[in-house]
């Protein structure tokens, strides 16, 4: 079966235009979760998507990131007005069920260069 | 101050040694998890540990979760270059519902 599905694989912006990062998690996942990783580091957490439940949007590092999930599957991480500390690669992951019993299954996530 | 720390930050080694990586924290844990990551690529799940005092095998990997739930440790025997990648451990502290939070991270070098 497909696993979860990034786009687009790389994405190189100017500093101050906004951007759009999909996520296609797989299909009957309940948990969707965005993370972001700075090279060779360790994943720093954004929002996190269970169900109909509002999302837990603590991690997200400025109000100029949003991130909607539509229909219980797609989801899409928007960063407006992008600066070069958002230079990152950007990972989506979903779950069967709410974690943390149950395991993530990451995408190959998003290379997010801001110039 | 991250709420999982991991060590060391970086580990190389020859093929045919032995390795450990910790994870470590203050919170209390209903479970932890460890993953792998390759470049390019995102984290793949190695185990899920759940009981204080688990001891878990996965072939030459041992994975053992403390008996207060607020460590873990990864044992590599006879390390191999396919072991080589960023080695995360992951949880979500009682306290915090389902956000699951990572560690920094070991990255494990392999030489042949």
């Known amino acids: 079966g497909a696993g979860v599905s990034q786009s687009p694989s790389n994405k190189v912006t100017e500093k101050g235009k906004d951007v759009e990062l999909r996520c296609d998690p797989i299909s009957g996942h309940t948990a969707l979760y965005w993370y972001r990783q700075s090279l060779g580091q360790g994943l720093e957490f954004l929002i996190y998507f269970q169900g109909n439940s509002a999302p837990d949007k603590s991690g997200l590092p400025s109000d100029r990131f949003s991130a909607e999930r539509t229909g219980g599957s797609v989801s899409t991480l928007t960063i407006q007005r992008t600066q070069q500390e958002d230079s990152a690669v950007y990972l989506c992951a979903s779950s069967r069920v709410a974690p943390p019993l149950s395991p993530l299954h990451f995408g190959n996530g998003t290379r997010l260069t801001v110039t | 101050t991250q709420l999982l720390e991991q060590s060391p930050q970086f580990l190389s080694i020859q093929e045919g040694e032995n390795l450990t990586v910790y994870c470590n924290s203050s919170?209390?844990?209903?479970?932890l998890q460890w993953y792998r990551q390759e470049p390019g690529e995102g984290p793949v799940l190695l185990v899920t540990?759940?009981?204080?005092?688990e001891v878990k095998k996965l072939k030459r990997l041992t994975f053992q979760f403390g008996d207060a739930r607020k460590d873990s440790s990864l044992h590599i025997t006879a390390a191999q270059p396919g072991d080589t990648g960023l080695y995360l451990c992951?949880?979500?502290?009682?306290?915090?519902?389902?956000?699951?939070?990572f560690g920094g991270g070991t990255r494990v070098l392999v030489k042949p």
């Open positions: 540990v759940v009981t204080g005092g």
């Open positions: 919170s209390v844990f209903s479970s």
């Open positions: 992951a949880g979500a502290p009682l306290a915090a519902g389902n956000k699951l939070t």
